[in-house]
């Protein structure tokens, strides 16, 4: 049995990025294969907006969230 098998939700989470058209779904594909945990809480988006890897060339062009200013929570 295969040690390093991912699970088939992070691999068709990344395959279904990686087919969308244009430069922005392949950065985030390749952010999500990089750092999404489908057990850890938080979906890819949300953990890739809290990452920490400065190091990483596609730091400043990952997927981030905005919020909305003028909303109260």
């Given at each position: ?13 990344i395959d279904n990025?990686?087919?969308k058209p244009g ?39 990952r997927a981030k ?9």
């Amino acid at each position: 049995m295969e040690q390093n098998k991912r699970p088939r939700i992070l691999l068709e989470t990344i395959d279904n990025l990686a087919r969308k058209p244009g430069l922005r779904s392949k950065i985030d594909a390749k952010c999500c294969e990089c750092i999404y945990d489908p057990y850890q809480e938080g979906t890819w988006r949300i953990q890739v907006d809290n990452c920490t890897s400065m190091t990483c060339p596609l730091f400043s062009k990952r997927a981030k969230t905005f919020k909305k200013k003028g909303v109260n929570s």
